[in-house]
Nanobody, 129 residues
């Protein structure tokens, strides 16, 4: 079965950190660009961060620049989202998505208009004191 599974979410105080993981099963992530998205209560889904197949290119949403980073460990078939200086407005369900398309700009892939091949089920992140 081909799937993505996110983990690492939880409750954290403002200013704290979390690291989310996105693990693929049934396929090899090194052939895929990965995007992290989130959906906050009552809001539309938004793109957070995306990383190219090689890991050499990344695209960040303005709201997370300087606070979130994305990395990948292809040997572990895993992509990570490191979140620091968390704010209450970062509270959301976080999803990872995978695409093996070629010739598509990472900026476009890091948008809600782009159609990914696979999505995970999401992991809840709550930032609250």
């Amino acid at each position: 079965q081909l799937q993505l599974v996110e983990s690492g979410g939880g409750l954290v105080q403002p200013g704290g950190s979390l690291r989310l993981s996105c693990v693929a099963s049934g396929f090899t992530l090194d052939n895929y660009a990965i995007g992290w998205f989130r959906r906050a209560p009552g809001k539309e889904r938004e793109a957070v961060l995306c990383i190219s197949r090689s890991g050499g290119s990344t695209h960040y949403a303005d709201s997370v620049k300087g606070r979130f980073t994305i990395s990948r460990d292809n040997a572990k078939n895993t992509v990570y989202l490191q979140m620091s200086s968390l704010k209450p407005e970062d509270t959301a369900i976080y999803y990872c998505a995978a695409s093996n398309a070629f010739g598509v700009s990472l900026a476009f892939m890091c948008s809600t208009d782009y159609q990914y091949d696979y999505w995970g089920q999401g992991t809840q992140v709550t930032v609250s004191s």
